[in-house]
């Protein structure tokens, strides 16, 4: 019988997951991956076959279906999906792991509590990252977890970038920069050692631009600053997030507006970003195809943006190499990928305009002085290969 490992990566609507046969030295093969929409509304899945083809797909019209039910039914496939292969581990994308947490771990009860403790500083993943552990652990008590961080990438960046300019004593407090999107960026410095192991060891700045955005400067593939900051709200701005904005806009919230908390909240994760200042949609495919002036505005600021941390990632580098775009808007968007590069020319970066209308890997030409690469991301495989190594899988021992 074939082991097999499955990952997932689950928030607030939607579930992400990948399904992974391991051959006899362990090394996941990829069987299966989808995704659930629409939880909370009409829930739908495809899952696709590793050839591509629809494995299967389903829509549920009822809105009462929940992250546990649904990952009961994804359960269930999988199982059956796999056929003679035995299903040994899951592997999670936990967003937080604070200043404890910087490689992966197998999930008990003291970890659990644990990361429960750092819901506040992720309210809009962390809930929903642990929902489903627990929604796993009643399906299948005896099946082990592993719990992956989104900040472990980030963890031993230098203490000045880290730092933030509070009290001390704030700081022994836990009150630091952590950074985030590591899975995405450690999977891009993996996969740079292949395809381009010299501008692997360079200077880097990796964009992760999504619904939800942040950029990594990396020298030698090792994090060496991020946009996102103490929460998954500061630097680019994204979807719905206002990304870096002036502590004072909150303080007059408070005070001139007399907004709680709460609302503040759901203001700057939830009505902000590209949905916030077009007054149209956090999709950026909507916003093209719009001819709003709000929603030429929202592009036109989202880039400028991008193009603007870029720069100031650059100092912590001492300079460029490369740019590397990934994640959905960075991986499918020739246009957004072009005004961010037309702003940094300055640098020596030269576009291919060919080359990047159809996504090409490298899309700087070739006397460009920085290299422009765009690397689809996969999450999904580096939390497999996480788990295969936190659980010894690769030997064959026992989880």
Same mark, same amino acid.
């Given at each position: 019988?074939?082991?097999?490992?499955?990952?997932?990566?689950?928030?607030?609507?939607?579930?992400?997951?990948?399904?992974?046969?391991?051959?006899?030295?362990?090394?996941?093969?990829?069987?299966?991956?989808?995704?659930?929409?629409?939880?909370?509304?009409?829930?739908?899945?495809?899952?696709?076959?590793?050839?591509?083809?629809?494995?299967?797909?389903?829509?549920?019209?009822?809105?009462?279906?929940?992250?546990?039910?649904?990952?009961?039914?994804?359960?269930?496939?999988?199982?059956?999906?796999?056929?003679?292969?035995?299903?040994?581990?899951?592997?999670?994308?936990?967003?937080?792991?604070?200043?404890?947490?910087?490689?992966?771990?197998?999930?008990?009860?003291?970890?659990?509590?644990?990361?429960?403790?750092?819901?506040?500083?992720?309210?809009?993943?962390?809930?929903?990252?642990?929902?489903?552990?627990?929604?796993?652990?009643?399906?299948?008590?005896?099946?082990?977890?592993?719990?992956?961080?989104?900040?472990?990438?980030?963890?031993?960046?230098?203490?000045? /970038? *880290? +730092?933030? $300019?509070?009290?001390?004593?704030?700081?022994? %407090? @836990?009150?630091?920069?952590?950074? #985030?999107?590591?899975?995405?960026?450690?999977?891009?410095?993996?996969?740079?050692?292949?395809?381009?192991?010299?501008?692997?060891?360079?200077?880097?700045?990796?964009?992760?631009?999504?619904?939800?955005?942040?950029?990594?400067?990396?020298?030698?593939?090792?994090?060496?600053?991020?946009?996102?900051?103490?929460?998954?709200?500061?630097?680019?701005?994204?979807?719905?997030?206002?990304?870096?904005?002036?502590?004072?806009?909150?303080?007059?919230?408070?005070?001139?507006?007399?907004?709680?908390?709460?609302?503040?909240?759901?203001?700057?994760?939830?009505?902000?970003?590209?949905?916030?200042?077009?007054?149209?949609?956090?999709?950026?495919?909507?916003?093209?195809?719009?001819?709003?002036?709000?929603?030429?505005?929202?592009?036109?600021?989202?880039?400028?943006? /991008? *193009? +603007?941390? $870029?720069?100031?990632?650059?100092?912590?580098? %001492? @300079?460029?190499?490369?740019?590397? #775009?990934?994640?959905?808007?960075?991986?499918?968007?020739?246009?957004?990928?072009?005004?961010?590069?037309?702003?940094?020319?300055?640098?020596?970066?030269?576009?291919?305009?060919?080359?990047?209308?159809?996504?090409?890997?490298?899309?700087?030409?070739?006397?460009?002085?920085?290299?422009?690469?765009?690397?689809?991301?996969?999450?999904?495989?580096?939390?497999?290969?996480?788990?295969?190594?936190?659980?010894?899988?690769?030997?064959?021992?026992?989880?």
């Amino acid at each position: 019988m074939t082991r097999a490992v499955v990952s997932l990566n689950s928030g607030s609507s939607s579930i992400k997951f990948a399904l992974f046969r391991l051959d006899e030295a362990g090394t996941p093969i990829h069987a299966a991956g989808g995704k659930i929409e629409g939880i909370g509304t009409a829930p739908r899945i495809v899952a696709r076959a590793d050839d591509g083809s629809i494995a299967w797909e389903q829509q549920w019209p009822d809105t009462g279906m929940t992250h546990e039910a649904l990952l009961h039914e994804l359960f269930d496939w999988a199982v059956g999906h796999l056929g003679d292969n035995k299903v040994v581990a899951i592997g999670h994308r936990v967003v937080h792991g604070g200043m404890t947490f910087a490689k992966p771990v197998r999930i008990d009860d003291a970890l659990m509590e644990a990361l429960e403790a750092l819901c506040p500083l992720a309210p809009l993943h962390q809930p929903h990252n642990l929902a489903a552990i627990r929604a796993i652990a009643k399906l299948a008590p005896h099946l082990p977890q592993v719990a992956c961080f989104d900040t472990a990438f980030h963890h031993d960046m230098p203490i000045v /970038a *880290a +730092r933030m $300019a509070l009290p001390r004593a704030m700081a022994e %407090r @836990g009150y630091r920069r952590y950074g #985030f999107h590591g899975l995405s960026y450690e999977y891009i410095a993996r996969h740079l050692r292949m395809v381009d192991p010299n501008l692997a060891k360079g200077r880097v700045i990796t964009a992760h631009l999504g619904n939800g955005a942040s950029m990594c400067a990396m020298h030698d593939c090792r994090s060496i600053d991020s946009t996102m900051g103490f929460t998954a709200l500061d630097g680019l701005m994204m979807g719905t997030r206002t990304g870096s904005l002036d502590p004072g806009v909150v303080v007059h919230l408070v005070e001139q507006e007399g907004m709680t908390g709460p609302e503040i909240e759901k203001l700057l994760y939830r009505q902000s970003g590209l949905l916030g200042v077009s007054g149209i949609s956090s999709d950026m495919r909507e916003l093209h195809a719009s001819d709003d002036p709000h929603a030429k505005e929202a592009i036109e600021l989202f880039a400028w943006r /991008a *193009a +603007r941390h $870029a720069a100031a990632l650059m100092t912590g580098l %001492r @300079g460029l190499d490369g740019l590397v #775009f990934t994640a959905g808007i960075g991986e499918n968007d020739p246009i957004i990928r072009a005004m961010i590069c037309e702003r940094l020319e300055w640098t020596g970066i030269t576009l291919d305009p060919e080359a990047n209308a159809r996504n090409a890997p490298v899309i700087s030409t070739a006397d460009s002085r920085i290299t422009v690469r765009v690397i689809p991301t996969d999450e999904e495989q580096m939390i497999a290969l996480h788990s295969i190594a936190t659980l010894n899988l690769a030997q064959g021992v026992p989880a």
